[in-house]
């Protein structure tokens, strides 16, 4: 007869999920401002466009800093 001793620590981690339904929303909103600054790239032959050079790497960059906040966040 001997008695498991249990870890205070590790109860009931098998239930828990690593990102909660907040994290899924605030990821798939970072997905789409990507999807939009590389929309926002697609355009005319005018390479040397504002909208081109710097406001779609500026938005896609700002689409992945807010998905790692959203895996971050707790």
Known sequence: MTNKKTI??????KN????????????LISIAI???GFVLM???????DFRKT?????????GFGFGVYAILKK
């Open 8 to 13: 205070p620590g590790h109860q009931d981690s």
């Open 34 to 36: 990507v999807v939009i």
């Open 54 to 62: 710097l406001l779609a790497p500026m938005v896609v960059l700002f």
């Open 42 to 48: 697609i355009g005319d032959t005018n390479i040397y």
């Open 16 to 27: 828990e999920l690593v990102f909660t339904k907040k994290n899924y929303q605030l990821l």
